[in-house]
């Protein structure tokens, strides 16, 4: 690794200053327990961070850019952290930087053009709904194999995203106070995930909540600050406070996407020296997963589902969100589900938005214990509400040819409300 002569800092990232090197992180993160170099660690990365800020490392550093690259963003660390390191967000103010001397990678930049906007998305996601159909992408998968490893994940990713017969019909609200609230559609998520949306939409209403249209809404902007795009972050984060502020003034924003959430949850951060900091903020506090909601509310309890079920936390609810026990509230809340342990189910899957485009043989690596646990506790069905989580989990499920459905927990509930 090149050290250059020191320079003005780039950066202070002082979102770090609390790190003492314990070492508490090392054994919470994935990579590191896949590679075992102390770089793929969130100490390592630390340090790397810190010669950065200081300018004692330059941003087109190849070893430095390797190791970032490599993080997963699951904030893991965080969670068993003792200091309170804000190792997430120094991290995309890291690759902010870094983003600022290197152009996006082919596969970002893309992605993120068309996610930016929603008229992009529409034809991308009209094929790829057509194509997962003809059920091709699945026998296409398992066809590739070792050969084309990049292209099977892929095709077996959009095979995953196929909605169940089982259609979550309309009802009636279960209470007779009725309020409202808005529900964060996204792009991912309204593109390929509408019998998501349809659920959620069945077990708010079943909860007492209508759910009202909110237009003008876009990207939450996740992946791009992920990706160290901060500049398209902002700008998505604007246009979605005065859509919400706009369409629905004070109503809760119901997210069901946990990456999502975590993302719109930290918009008064994202947004703290812009005009429309105060507004960003107010947003935040309103924004809840809609387990959280759900949680709140009872939730109501729906017919029998004589399911096997087991439970995935995704990273960016249960560590970026700290929501832990309302997923698994929602689900005992249908009578004769058998909800069974799921050994690592607090670990990352491997998916954290394009990482599994980007680096698709340690994503792999971080996904078969994953798929190890799962064949060991056999369910029916895995549940998890990340869209990122479901593709990236499923399709593993897929290419070992697992008897396992992934699907979002309030699907689940759905079902049961619908039966």
Not at 127 to 147: C, Q
Not at 166 to 178: D, L
Not at 278 to 294: G, I, K, N, Y
Not at 325 to 332: E, I, M, R, S
Request: hydrophobic share 45%; charged share 20%.
């Amino acid at each position: 690794m090149s050290i250059a002569a020191a320079t003005a800092p780039v950066h202070g990232f002082t979102g770090l200053d609390p790190c003492v090197h314990c070492g508490f992180c090392l054994p919470a993160c994935p990579t590191y327990e896949t590679t075992s170099d102390e770089a793929d660690s969130p100490r390592g990365r630390i340090v790397l961070m810190r010669a950065l800020g200081r300018g004692i490392l330059q941003a087109d550093d190849p070893a430095l850019t390797l190791h970032l690259d490599r993080c997963l963003g699951c904030r893991g660390c965080e969670s068993v952290c003792p200091s309170g390191v804000a190792y997430g967000a120094a991290l995309e103010e890291a690759r902010a930087v870094i983003t600022a001397t290197r152009p996006l990678r082919p596969v970002e930049r893309t992605a993120l053009w068309i996610l930016a906007r929603p008229e992009r998305q529409r034809l991308l996601w009209w094929l790829s709904r057509i194509a997962r159909g003809t059920r091709l992408p699945r026998l296409l998968a398992r066809g590739a194999g070792g050969a084309a490893p990049r292209i099977a994940a892929m095709l077996a990713m959009l095979a995953a995203t196929a909605p169940t017969r089982r259609r979550a019909a309309r009802r009636s609200p279960g209470t007779a106070r009725c309020d409202a609230c808005a529900v964060l559609t996204g792009c991912v998520m309204d593109g390929l995930f509408g019998h998501v949306h349809d659920a959620t939409e069945v077990a708010l209403e079943a909860n007492g909540l209508r759910v009202r249209s909110t237009a003008g809404q876009v990207c939450c902007g996740a992946l791009a600050a992920h990706a160290g795009d901060l500049a398209q972050a902002k700008a998505l984060a604007r246009e979605n406070v005065r859509a919400f502020d706009a369409a629905a003034p004070g109503l809760p924003v119901v997210v069901n996407s946990a990456g999502c959430g975590a993302m719109l949850k930290s918009y008064g951060t994202l947004l703290a020296d812009d005009p429309l900091a105060d507004a960003a903020t107010a947003f935040s506090t309103r924004v809840r997963d809609v387990s959280e909601v759900l949680a709140e509310r009872g939730p109501l309890p729906g017919g029998p589902l004589a399911l096997r079920v087991a439970y995935d936390a995704p990273c960016h609810l249960l560590h970026a969100q700290r929501v832990a026990d309302a997923p698994l509230l929602v689900l005992a809340a249908i009578p004769g589900l058998d909800l069974v342990p799921l050994e690592g189910s607090d670990r990352c899957c491997g998916s954290a938005g394009l990482y599994a485009l980007i680096e698709p043989e340690l994503s792999q690596a971080v996904l078969a214990p994953k798929l190890d646990a799962i064949e060991r506790a056999a369910p029916d069905v895995l549940a998890t509400g990340n869209p990122g989580c479901l593709m990236h989990i499923g399709a593993g499920v897929v290419l070992r040819g697992l008897a396992v459905e992934v699907r979002h927990p309030v699907e689940l509930l759905a079902w049961s409300y619908t039966r």
